[in-house]
């Protein structure tokens, strides 16, 4: 189930200590966010999945590691 975007403004993601660190703001008159809503607060939900599609990848196989150019 996709709940939100970045891009719309109710999706924040940054860097921490520890990895990824995010807020949702699910829309509480949609049907997804009420569902997402609802499963949050009966603890149905115990972990997350984010999706990433980077703009520009290359791979490099000497590095054996991805890099991105800029």
């Known amino acids: 189930m996709k709940i939100d ?5 109710n999706l924040t993601l940054k860097p921490d200590s520890i990895g990824l660190w995010y807020s949702i703001k699910p829309n509480p008159e949609s049907p997804t966010g009420q569902e997402a809503l609802a499963t949050v607060a009966r ?8 999706s ?15 890099t991105r150019p800029g």
């Open 5 to 9: 975007r970045v891009g719309k403004g």
């Open 43 to 50: 603890a149905d939900v115990s972990q997350v999945s984010v």
């Open 52 to 66: 990433f599609s980077p703009w520009i990848e290359e791979w490099d196989d000497m590095c054996h590691h991805h």
